[in-house]
């Protein structure tokens, strides 16, 4: 119990003090308001007319300032000054008959508005435990001062001092909960953010190792065959040559058949195989021309001679160009698009750029997913994509693809 109070009321450390979003200047001003508050305090309290007031109101506003810096320490000081603020007051005539003494000034006015200020600023830097006990000790040391004096006195006005010091606590321990539960708030939503990513790149790598499947098993049932046709295409071929060429393509069927167990896990999630073979460039008409029907303005040129790719090209080409759409189409209704391919030596360029929308576009769940996918697409194959607005209002995809001649 004694460890407890001593780490919370002694050496516990203080969160900062929120700062206004802004310049450097604005982000101050909260510090300069509560200097400027216990100054006009120490102001008022001098005009009271009681010499005790104004040294007293000194050391209540430096609490109130250390607070800004030393929450805890403030809270001590401040504690000190209503101790022996507790038992000043010079002496007024109340009644025609004796004199009464006047209130002290830790149940002033001053008093109350400087320490509510001063436990608004604990609240906002410390725990709620250690606030609670701050303030069940100075509830103590008050009702510790008051015992013994006449009933009436002064009990009204610490009554009125103890419900403007518990308000302003409560008032700050709800904005400190407060500002808590939303950086929270903001760490757990950065945090699913960055899941969403992840798996969303996870199943964009997925999708893609779905499609090349196809690819990959073309390429190893056409090693089988010609390793099971080559022996037949060579006169007397020696034992060795025909081993050789078995092992091949025993190892080609083999592979194969590992590469559908790999398929199938990754379609075991996804339902049923999709059987249908996978585009290739020369389809891009037939999306444009869907495109176009679902009402898309549409251009396309191609430039360069065309000439055959590896499948793996032609499949990750075709699929950039049809996501690139998808995304004009839901982003940029009434745009008109114009579609590039460009055959350079060596590389396959892609270009998809829009206009700026006719409309605004309906919002959509999972923005950047499918550029998250294109870019997936062309780094597997080593090359780059870039997306991003026109000086005009539109947006432009383009993508660049090393694309040797297939043998």
């Not at 010079?90 to 109350?112: C, D, K, M, N, Q």
């Not at 559908?260 to 999630?269: I, N, T």
């Not at 008109?336 to 006719?358: C, H, Q």
């Amino acid at each position: 119990m004694i460890g407890t109070l001593r780490s919370d009321l002694w050496t516990a450390a203080a969160d900062p003090l929120p700062r206004m979003r802004g310049p450097r200047p604005l982000a101050r001003l909260p510090h300069v308001l509560v200097v400027l508050y216990a100054v006009l305090m120490v102001d008022a309290a001098g005009g009271h007319g009681d010499p005790t007031y104004s040294p007293l109101a000194i050391g209540q506003a430096a609490a109130v300032v250390l607070a800004l810096f030393r929450p805890v320490p403030a809270w001590w000081v401040s504690l000190l000054v209503m101790a022996v603020g507790s038992q000043t007051g010079l002496p007024v005539r109340e009644h025609p008959i004796y004199l009464s003494p006047g209130t002290p000034f830790s149940w002033s006015s001053f008093a109350a508005a400087l320490q509510a200020m001063l436990f608004l600023l604990v609240a906002l830097r410390v725990r709620p435990r250690a606030l609670a006990e701050m303030v069940a000790i100075t509830v103590l040391v008050a009702l510790a001062f008051l015992v013994g004096e006449p009933w009436g006195h002064h009990t009204g006005a610490a009554a009125v001092w103890l419900v403007i010091v518990l308000a302003a606590a409560v008032i700050g321990a709800a904005l400190r909960g407060a500002r808590v539960a939303r950086t929270q708030l903001v760490v757990q939503e950065e945090v699913t953010a960055e899941e969403r990513a992840r798996r969303a790149v996870l199943e964009a790598r997925n999708r893609i190792a779905r499609e090349l499947h196809d690819v990959v098993a073309h390429h190893m049932s056409v090693i089988s065959i010609q390793a099971q046709v080559a022996p037949h295409l060579v006169e007397n071929p020696s034992q060795e040559l025909k081993d050789n060429l078995a092992g091949i393509r025993q190892n080609a069927v083999e592979a194969l058949a590992e590469l559908r167990r790999v398929l199938g896990v990754l379609r075991s999630a996804d339902g049923p195989a999709d059987d249908a073979p996978q585009p290739t460039l020369d389809q891009v008409d037939d999306l444009i021309a869907k495109v176009r029907i679902a009402g898309l303005t549409v251009t396309a040129t191609t430039t360069g001679e065309p000439r055959p790719l590896s499948p793996g090209i032609e499949l990750s080409a075709f699929r950039i160009l049809q996501e690139a759409l998808s995304n004009a189409m839901r982003h940029a209704p009434g745009a008109s698009v114009r579609v590039e391919i460009a055959y350079r030596p060596g590389t396959l360029a892609l270009t998809v750029r829009n206009t700026a929308p006719r409309r605004p576009a309906p919002s959509s769940h999972g923005a950047g997913l499918g550029l998250l996918g294109m870019r997936e697409r062309a780094h597997m194959l080593g090359g780059e994509l870039a997306a991003g607005p026109t000086p005009d209002g539109g947006y432009e995809v383009t993508a660049a693809l090393p694309a040797e001649d297939t043998p």
